[in-house]
């Protein structure tokens, strides 16, 4: 069964920064790709970061790029997002989720996810 635990949410000041925990058990981390997604209040889940199994490499959203870094930590089955310069429009549920796909940004292909933590920027 997979399990996903997200952690770090909590409420910041704009341009401030939180790093978030996705701690999985019940697979193999190692064979998926993982990805990060983002829903705010009244819309869609949408994918945020997301790093392939096959090939290490890392995809964010437009509005992520260059403030936003996706990692993973084998040995503890852990993915992390270092989120930097957040703005108000970064508010929303962060969730976690995996993907058998290795082009990670195939977003339509993550069919769970966990319950989230929450993040609120705003002053």
């Known amino acids: 069964q997979f399990q996903f635990v997200e952690s770090g949410g909590g409420l910041v000041q704009p341009g401030g920064s939180l790093r978030l925990s996705c701690t999985t058990s019940g697979f193999n981390l190692g064979v998926y790709s993982i990805g990060w997604f983002r829903q705010a209040p009244g819309q869609e889940r949408v994918g945020v970061a997301c790093f392939s199994y096959r090939d290490r490499t890392t995809r964010y959203a437009t509005s992520a790029k260059g403030r936003f870094t996706i990692s993973r930590d084998l040995a503890k089955s852990t993915a992390y997002l270092e989120m930097n310069n957040l703005k108000p429009e970064d508010t929303g549920v962060y969730s976690c989720?995996?993907?058998?796909?290795?082009?990670?940004?195939?977003?339509?292909?993550?069919?769970?996810w966990g319950q989230g933590t929450q993040v609120t920027v705003s002053s």
């Open positions: 989720g995996v993907t058998g796909h290795y082009q990670c940004e195939r977003w339509e292909s993550y069919t769970d």
